[in-house]
């Protein structure tokens, strides 16, 4: 196998989300029989049950009718709409953000993502990476050749606190590492970070001169009036060791216009555009004009919205509870639940191919964010609420078949 | 400076097309009077003078009121899609495209770009590049750290071919390039590869086993019934050596959706899928369907759009060849002429800020497609006839001042 083939070897997608019309089932461990229902696809938010905001594709129009001025914008964006962006933003996260050098808009926060993880490491360089967290952070890595140092997460706590290792990430810090990255809440499990972990990791990358990448992109659906503490949000903070991204795929439903944007140094924004400039040239010209529909929503559209996905994350942790077989942690923020299972008798793989082949039902294995994760499945919620329950019942049942 | 500055350093974007808003104007060099008038901005196509397919924001709604199932499509783009592209583009070169393996849809011929060549090298690997070329093919290799091989095309020749030096290609194949990239029609210049050289092309890839990535993005605006020869159509090519990239950006004026589709290699197409997901997700899901009105066009909508814009050229060719300071071979496909300047008195980079300051007017300095171009500039000709025409003559204007 050559360096390329190696490279890539890494980057499987079989059991990605989204990607489940192309896995191969080869699973022969059938027991019991077929529950023959409509699909219930957990592996994303249904668009069709949450719409995305409401003047989203008026904007876009207004896009293409404004023709080539709209078409053609910088690499990081439209002047006008990066200023809409850093004056919301900047009074959502309560810190000023400079539209002309501190933020750039992205296709989707997966753009953001890899612009910024890419504008900061190289071969070699050491990563500081949760264990759990999205599975893309370990991906962009991999791709970069950079190293991967694990951090965990004991999430399954009873405090109000994400249970980061705080000594293991000083460890990691003092041992070289470049950038740390972290989405909050936590990707899969739901976790907010609580105000002392976020001070902590302000200090160690001030003390260590590391940059951190916060991936935000669910902070905008925070349950039960959570505290929820953005790193950007200090003055003791060093703005230009951090990257924000934040984007409107997901409580808003857009993720079929691919946008998202990143904001904090200046430096690395200035190289994230550089990057884009040979990646995917810009953000799709017309698509940008609908991120002027972001925090512009609707009176109470918001409120809602969240509302909505806390009565379906209480359905479904009751569930949950009840059937005995899972330990659960309630999400406080995000649409996504992380349960392990008790006692499963066969690999969350293997359950994940029969969950969809017996009862047409898409979860994403544990293992897609950590090999460690092999009882666990994700789930994002942000679905029909009935349709979420019959889902979740469907799971109880299957998994009941392969428990000891 | 660290590793990573060192290789953005080499990615700047200054003198990039559509970046002439953050230009530091270090001119002080100004003879005679500014030209007061409206902007022509020749860096890149106006699609409010050559407007996009006309069915194509219906396609776009017509995505968004499909819902979830297009906003979430597979990595490499909806099968429906990918079908209907497959069979157009395949009856378009002649050769069976198979819409499952051998083909994806990308964010734009750039997206395509970057996705193929990172899909083939890595680090210290060899890339053929012709010059002059689009630049962008130089940074990407320079953005992965591969080695740079020139490629000379003596593009201002009198003959029906496009001057690519065949012995330097065989050598640099020997020396153990892994990878070839060129543009046909070539970007700057609008010269085709002649049927020989594209077959020399293809025995030299089988021969050497070398990777291919040929960029067609205007091979559907070909002049004066010139031939021109897709290097996939031959049963004598080895497909597994070769990408074609294509795109609705330029003739077809979508730019402004940002839609790309690479085909050949399913090896190649398969990583280019893996890196798609965590560089983008996927091309934006509702912009997919867009692709629908690709090839689709009504009657003699693209017979027109061709004609108008060799009229343009012809236009634009018998000015600067009236002029007596400007050589330049007539584009034979696209919408770039690359004039040189004879006897230019000053940097090319210097007039393209006192066009820009002193015509409003924007062309592309020849130094973005090799150094050696320091006498030459790129205008995009797709323009309202009237206003290219127009600045055109400002263009000769403003040399005659800074020639001999």
Redesign the interface.
């Known amino acids: 196998m050559n360096?390329?083939q190696e490279?890539?070897k890494k980057?499987?997608?079989e059991h990605?989300p989204?990607?489940e019309?192309?896995r191969k089932n080869s699973m022969e461990d059938v027991r019991g029989p077929k529950i023959h229902e409509e699909l219930i696809d957990f592996s994303?938010g249904?668009?069709?049950a949450f719409l995305?905001i409401p003047s989203s594709?008026d904007y876009?129009?207004k896009?293409?009718s404004d023709?080539?001025n709209?078409?053609?914008?910088?690499?990081k964006g439209s002047?006008e709409i990066r200023k809409h962006l850093a004056d919301k933003i900047g009074k959502f996260i309560n810190k000023d953000i400079n539209s002309d050098t501190n933020i750039i808009i992205t296709?989707?926060t997966?753009?953001a993502?890899?612009l910024a993880i890419s504008?900061?490491?190289?071969?070699d360089?050491k990563v500081a990476i949760v264990q759990p967290d999205y599975f893309?952070n370990r991906?962009?890595v991999e791709?970069l050749?950079g190293e991967i140092i694990p951090i965990s997460l004991n999430y399954q706590n009873e405090t109000r606190k994400s249970g980061l290792n705080i000594e293991e990430l000083e460890d990691a810090f003092k041992s070289g590492v470049k950038l740390f990255v972290f989405s909050n809440p936590n990707n899969p499990t739901g976790v907010i970070y609580s105000s002392k972990e976020i001070k902590n990791i302000r200090e160690l990358a001030k003390e260590y001169n590391v940059k951190v990448i916060a991936d935000e992109l669910y902070s905008r659906q925070v349950f039960d009036e959570n505290h929820y503490e953005h790193l950007f949000t200090s003055d003791e903070v060093d703005t230009e060791n951090i990257i924000t991204i934040m984007g409107p795929s997901k409580t808003e439903s857009l993720?079929?216009?691919?946008l998202g944007v990143a904001f904090g140094s200046e430096e690395i924004i200035k190289?994230m555009?550089?990057?884009q400039?040979?990646?995917?040239?810009?953000?799709?010209?017309?698509?940008q004009t609908v991120l002027k529909s972001w925090f512009t929503e609707p009176d109470n559209w918001l409120i809602n919205r969240v509302k909505d996905h806390q009565n379906i994350r209480n359905d479904l942790v009751n569930k949950f509870r009840k059937s005995n077989s899972f330990k659960v942690r309630p999400t406080e923020a995000g649409s996504y639940l992380f349960p392990e299972i008790k006692n499963l008798n066969i690999s969350v793989e293997s359950l994940a191919e029969i969950l969809q082949s017996q009862a047409n039902v898409i979860v994403t294995p544990g293992t897609e964010f950590g090999e460690q994760f092999s009882n666990s499945f994700r789930i994002n919620f942000s679905q029909d609420r009935e349709k979420a329950n019959e889902g979740a019942d469907r799971i109880i049942e299957i998994v009941s078949r392969y428990t000891n």
Chains 1, 2 share one sequence.
């Open positions: 360096k390329i490279k890539f980057l499987g997608i990605a989204g990607q019309a192309n994303h249904d668009v069709d995305p594709l876009f129009e896009g293409v023709g080539g709209q078409a053609y914008t910088e690499y002047r296709p989707g997966q753009g993502l890899f504008s900061i490491i190289t071969k360089d893309a991906k962009i791709f050749e993720s079929g216009y691919r190289r555009e550089k990057l400039a040979i990646v995917s040239l810009r953000t799709a010209g017309y698509n």
